[in-house]
């Protein structure tokens, strides 16, 4: 799987848009992108996914630039829920395939 | 929406002890997961399996075996506990062969050995 980097951490004003940074140069053609967040003592949970084209779904938007060696994840209006460590992950999918989490970026929502 | 949930949130033990942790999922998924994560090392696979009665190793199955007896339970068990098996140990599942595979996660137990 390709590798990511992600800054370790952002701070963002609650009710403003978090924009989060993934760069995955080495991306292969058959790599999605993925992006997953956990919150302190909970489990990891999926936010969104895409290949070559921007998706949305109710939690988040996802930009992925048309070289795709970077993303964006968009979190349109950040609440205080949504301080959480954010994973950047890129993966072919197969039925068994794991999940490998980098560092990530640590969000931090701001009052 | 997809439920995983695990036994224990929080399990003290004792060195020696043989510790069964369980996971249920409620979406007929064929594919189970068992990870620990740690600080600085991020999520490790210990065993996953992709069918009732069948399992494969992940990247760090010493001291460790599973059970699928039905497909919605898959057990994690520690034949003798060691406290470098201090961890949170997640659960995870996903449908199989389809074109957009998605793990998703249960919450996760926080096991400590003493």
């Known amino acids: 799987d390709a590798k990511t980097t992600q800054p370790p951490s952002m701070d963002c004003a609650e009710g403003r848009a978090a924009n989060l940074p993934c760069n995955h140069s080495?991306?292969?053609?058959?790599?999605?992108v993925y992006w997953y967040r956990q919150i302190h003592s909970q489990g990891p949970q999926y936010i969104i996914h895409?290949?070559?084209n921007n998706e949305t779904n109710e939690m988040a938007s996802l930009i992925i630039t048309e070289d795709r060696k970077s993303s964006t994840l968009i979190l349109p209006h950040a609440t205080l829920r949504d301080t959480a460590v954010y994973y950047c992950?890129?993966?072919?999918?197969?039925?068994?395939?794991?999940?490998?989490f980098g560092p990530g970026t640590s969000l931090s929502v701001i009052p | 929406d997809v439920k995983v949930t695990q036994s224990s949130r929080y399990l003290v033990k004792r060195t020696g002890e043989k510790v069964f942790l369980e996971c249920v999922q409620d979406?007929?998924?064929?594919?189970m997961f068992w990870y620990r994560q740690d600080p600085g090392l991020g999520l490790r696979l210990i065993y996953f399996?992709?069918?009732?009665?069948?399992?494969e190793k992940g990247d760090i199955p010493e001291g460790y075996s599973v059970s699928r007896e039905k497909k919605e339970r898959f057990s994690l068990i520690l034949e003798s506990a060691s406290t470098n098996q201090t961890s949170m140990y997640l659960c995870?599942?996903?449908?199989?062969?389809?074109?957009?595979?998605?793990?998703?996660f249960g919450p996760g137990t926080r096991l400590l050995v003493l």
């Open positions: 995870a599942s996903s449908l199989s062969g389809g074109a957009l595979e998605t793990q998703y």
């Open positions: 895409g290949l070559k």
């Open positions: 080495t991306i292969s053609g058959n790599e999605y």
């Open positions: 979406m007929d998924h064929e594919n």
């Open positions: 399996s992709y069918d009732v009665k069948m399992k």
């Open positions: 992950i890129v993966r072919v999918e197969t039925s068994y395939d794991k999940v490998i």
